[in-house]
C-alpha cells in the first residue's frame, strides 16, 4: 500500500515537471536583458558609423549628422541627444541654416524640425513661433506633434496643452483606436497619440482614453511580438507600440497584455536585424532606413525607461523657451471644442515608412502645365548607393499636362536620332586605345629590359578585362540616355498604360515641378516583355520623357527591393512625414515592392502621391 502511494506521488511530481518544462513560461522565454537591447541599439550606431566613414558619434554628429540636417538625420538626432549626447551645435547651426532657405510647406515637418531644435539645446524662437501656424493645422498627426512640442514647456496664443489634449481625446474611435481618417483605429496613429498623452496621464479622462488604446494594441498583436500594416508584418509599427509603451512605463518583457504565444515587442522588432546592424522592413528584406532609425529610437525609449526616465520626445537638452512673438493680422478664431479639420495632405513610414507606405516603406516613392522646366537627365550614384537621375534644364512650353510634352519630345526624336547615328559607337575607338596603349607599355617593357613573360602575360590579361569592362557595359550621355524614343521591344506580350500623378498637392505649392492639374504624365501606352516589372516601366518612362527620377534598389537586387524616393523633383516627405510616392495596379495598391510587381498585358499603372499614407488615395489593398 506504502509503494503504491509514494508510486503515485512520484508520478504526480513528475507530470508538475514536465508540465513546466513544456508550458511557455513568458517571463522566462521571451525576456531581453537591458544589455542586449543595449547591442541592437551599438549595432545600429556601428552601422551608421560606417555608412558615413566616422570613426565615432561625436565625429558623426558633426558631420554627416549636421549636413542632413532637414532631411535624413532628424529622428537620429532626437535620439542620440535622448541618449546622452548634447554636443549638438553643428547640428542645430546646420538646421536653422536648412529652415532658413527652405520652406517648409507642411505643419508637421515645421513641428519636427521645432522638436529637432529642441533636442539640440537650441533657444530660436523658430521652436514656439510656428505653432500657432502648425498646430491642428494638417489633421490629426499635426495635433501630435503639436503636443509633443508643448509638453517641453513651449507655448503658443492659439492652444494649451490641454486644448490639444482634448482635441486628441475626441478624435478616438470607438475601437479605442485613432487613425488619420475612417472608421477603425490604426496601430501607428494609435501608438503615435499614445505617445503625445503619455504625460497628461494624471488625467483620469486621459488615463482611461490611453487605457482603451492600450487595449487595442494589445489586441492587434501578432504571436511573433509585432504587428502587421497594410497586411505586411513590419518592425516600425512595432517600434511605434515600444516607444508609446515606454512612455507609460509599461515594460514589455512582463506586461502579459504585450507577450503572445512567448514573444514580446522587442522580439518583434529584433525579427528584422539584418547582420550589419540594421533593419529591413520585410522579414528576409534589404536594409532600409525608415525600419532602421524608428527601431533605434524606440529601443532607446525603452532603455531610457528601464532607467526611470522620461518618454522619448519629453526632452532632456531642452532649453528655456522662448516667448513666442505675437502674431500679425490674425484673423483665424481659436476653436478648440469641435474636431480637427483633416486637409486633403495631412501628414512616412514609415515612412516608414515601409513598403506600402513612405514611412511604412510604401511601393512606393518620390513638367509641369504651363511654361515647365524638362529636364536632360544622367544617371549618377550617390555615396548612399542611391541611383540618382540628374538634370540640365531644357525649357519647354507646355499648354496643359503633359500632352504638349509628349508631342514636343516626339517631334524632336527623330533629329535626336540622326544626330546620335552620326555620333557613332564610343566602344571601337575606346577598344583601339587600350589596345595601343597596351603596346606601348609593352614596348616600354621592352626597351627597359624587363622581358620576363609574366609581365606580358599580366599585361595581355589587364588589357583584356579592359576591353570586357567596355563591351559589357553602356556608358550613356544624358542625351542618348532620354533620346525621347520610346523603347521598340521585338519579343512584346502586350502593352500597359502609365500616368503619373500629384492631385493631392497641386495647388499646395508654388514650386515649378507640381503641375497646377496635377499630372506628371498623361495616360500613355508602353510594351511590355515578359519579366517587365512595374519598375521598369517607369524607368523607360522617365527615360522617354525626361522626368527626374530618384531610387534605391532595381528589379534584380536582392528580393527585387525598389524603393521610390522621388519623381520630378517631389520627393517623399516633403509634403508630411507620411507623404510619398505609391503605385496602383488596375486600382489595386500591391504588397509587393514596384520591383518586383511583374506586368501583364492591359495592366493599368498610376503613380501617386500621397500626404497621408495612402489615405487620401481612397486605396484598395492587394490580399
Known amino acids: ?54 570613426g565615432s558619434i561625436e565625429e558623426w554628429l558633426g558631420g554627416a549628422a549636421a549636413d542632413g540636417a532637414g532631411t535624413t538625420s532628424d529622428w537620429y538626432v532626437i535620439a542620440l541627444s535622448q541618449d546622452g549626447h548634447h554636443e ?45 501656424t502648425s498646430i491642428g493645422e494638417q489633421g490629426i498627426m499635426s495635433w501630435i506633434y503639436g503636443l509633443h512640442v508643448l509638453n517641453n514647456g513651449y507655448t503658443c496664443s492659439r492652444f494649451t496643452a490641454d486644448s490639444v489634449t482634448d482635441t486628441l481625446l475626441s478624435l478616438q474611435y470607438p475601437d479605442g483606436g485613432w487613425a488619420l481618417f475612417g472608421e477603425y483605429g490604426d496601430i501607428d496613429v494609435t501608438a503615435m497619440t499614445i505617445q503625445a498623452l503619455a504625460p497628461h496621464c494624471g488625467s483620469s479622462r486621459v488615463a482611461e482614453a490611453v487605457d482603451r488604446g492600450i487595449d487595442f494594441l494589445s489586441q492587434r498583436q501578432k504571436d511573433n511580438g509585432g504587428y502587421e500594416s497594410f497586411g505586411t508584418a513590419n518592425p516600425e509599427s512595432t517600434a511605434q507600440v515600444l516607444t508609446a509603451l515606454s512612455a507609460l512605463g509599461i515594460d514589455c518583457r512582463y506586461d502579459d497584455r504585450f507577450i503572445k504565444n512567448g514573444n514580446d515587442l522587442i522580439d518583434g522588432i529584433a525579427a528584422f ?8 522592413h520585410t522579414l528576409g528584406g534589404s536594409s532600409n532606413e525608415t525600419a532602421t532609425v524608428q527601431s533605434f529610437y524606440s529601443l532607446i525609449a525603452f532603455r531610457r525607461m528601464t532607467e526611470g526616465k522620461s518618454p522619448l520626445l519629453v526632452l532632456d537638452n531642452r532649453r528655456e523657451p522662448v516667448p513666442p512673438q505675437p502674431a500679425e493680422n490674425h484673423t483665424r478664431e481659436q476653436n478648440n ?32 502645365a504651363s511654361s515647365s522646366t524638362v529636364s536632360t537627365v544622367s544617371s549618377l550614384t550617390s555615396k548612399s548607393g542611391k541611383s540618382v537621375s ?46 595601343g596603349s597596351a603596346a606601348v607599355i609593352a614596348l616600354i617593357i621592352f626597351i627597359l629590359g624587363k622581358r620576363n613573360y609574366k609581365n606580358f602575360i599580366f599585361l595581355v590579361v589587364a588589357a583584356g578585362a579592359a576591353i570586357a569592362v567596355v563591351l559589357l557595359t553602356d556608358i550613356s ?23 503619373i500623378r500629384c492631385d493631392t498637392i497641386a495647388g499646395k505649392s508654388d514650386s515649378e515641378h507640381i503641375p497646377a492639374d496635377g ?39 536582392a528580393h527585387g527591393m525598389v524603393y521610390i524616393a522621388g519623381i520630378n523633383y517631389i520627393y517623399e516627405y ?37 500626404c497621408e499614407l495612402g489615405h487620401d488615395l481612397d486605396e484598395v489593398y492587394e490580399k
Not at 503504491?4 to 531581453?32: A, D
Not at 479639420?341 to 511601393?363: D, F, L, M, N, V
Open 273 to 280: 536585424r539584418l547582420p550589419d546592424g540594421s533593419f529591413s
Open 390 to 435: 540628374t538634370a540640365a534644364d531644357t525649357k519647354i512650353s507646355v499648354s496643359s499636362g503633359t500632352k504638349a510634352l509628349t508631342g514636343t519630345v516626339q517631334a524632336s526624336s527623330a533629329q535626336k536620332s540622326e544626330k546620335l547615328q552620326k555620333r557613332g559607337s564610343y566602344k571601337t575607338p575606346v577598344i583601339i586605345i587600350i589596345i
Open 88 to 132: 549638438l551645435s553643428a547640428y542645430e547651426r546646420s538646421l536653422l541654416s536648412y529652415i532658413e532657405h527652405n520652406n517648409a510647406i507642411s505643419p508637421t515637418t515645421r513641428e519636427k524640425y521645432a522638436l529637432a531644435l529642441c533636442a539640440s539645446g537650441s533657444t530660436n524662437s523658430y521652436i514656439s513661433d510656428i505653432l500657432d
Open 337 to 368: 471644442s469641435t474636431a480637427p479639420h483633416h486637409e486633403e495632405g495631412t501628414a512616412q513610414t514609415a515612412a516608414a515608412s515601409k513598403t506600402t507606405t513612405p514611412q511604412k516603406t510604401s511601393s512606393a516613392a518620390k513638367i509641369t
Open 1 to 54: 500500500m506504502r509503494n503504491k502511494i509514494l508510486s503515485g506521488i512520484l508520478c504526480s511530481v513528475l507530470t508538475l515537471m514536465f508540465t513546466l518544462c513544456i508550458v511557455p513560461c513568458s517571463s522566462v522565454n521571451c525576456e531581453y536583458t537591458v544589455d542586449e537591447v543595449s547591442d541592437l541599439i551599438g549595432g545600429i550606431v556601428d552601422y551608421k558609423l560606417g555608412q558615413y566613414g566616422a
Open 477 to 499: 550621355s544624358p542625351e542618348e540616355y532620354y533620346s525621347g524614343e520610346q523603347k521598340h521591344k521585338e519579343n512584346a506580350i502586350g502593352t500597359v498604360t502609365m500616368e
Open 519 to 557: 499630372v506628371i504624365l498623361q495616360p500613355t501606352a508602353f510594351d511590355i516583355e515578359a519579366g517587365d516589372t512595374v519598375f521598369d516601366i517607369l524607368t523607360e518612362a522617365a527615360q522617354t520623357y525626361g522626368i527626374q527620377m530618384e531610387n534605391k534598389g532595381s528589379s534584380g537586387s
Open 574 to 610: 516633403d509634403f508630411g512625414d507620411l507623404s510619398g510616392w505609391v503605385y496602383h495596379v488596375n486600382g489595386i495598391t500591391p504588397s509587393r515592392s514596384c520591383g518586383d510587381y511583374e506586368l501583364s498585358d492591359g495592366d493599368k499603372i498610376e503613380w501617386l502621391y500621397t
